[in-house]
């Protein structure tokens, strides 16, 4: 497992949400309650960005269909989505957020 810099910790306030370009994948982190949490960031019943959903609590709501995923488990609550989000281990030092990747 390899830690990859992601962003400053800074960059995404309390219950806020901001997608991320990571050697080549697309991550959505996510800061809830003090803790900050890394899936993927394509919602996984079609192509659509959950970056530009809506964040509530630790749940991120998909802008296209309205299935909502755990931001801390990648946990699917409602359909039209079915799969899981694929979700990555994340640090925090010195500020700087890290995303684990294989
Ligand atoms: S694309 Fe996300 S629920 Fe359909």
Redesign the pocket.
């Known amino acids: 497992m390899r830690f990859v810099p992601a962003l400053a910790a800074a960059e995404i306030g309390p219950g806020r949400m901001k997608r991320v370009d990571l050697e080549g994948r697309r991550l959505l982190l996510a800061h809830v309650e003090g803790c900050f949490y890394a899936v993927d960031d394509t919602?996984t019943?079609?192509d659509?960005s959950l970056s530009r959903g809506v964040l509530r609590g630790e749940w991120v709501k998909?802008p296209?269909?309205?299935?909502r995923f755990n931001v801390r488990t990648g946990e699917v609550a409602e359909e039209?989505?079915e799969v899981n989000l694929r979700t990555y281990p994340v640090k925090v030092e010195g500020g700087q957020v890290y995303v684990g990747l294989e």
Do not use: K, R, T
Not at 64 to 67: E, M, V
């Open positions: 919602c019943h079609e659509a998909c296209l269909h309205g299935s039209p989505a």
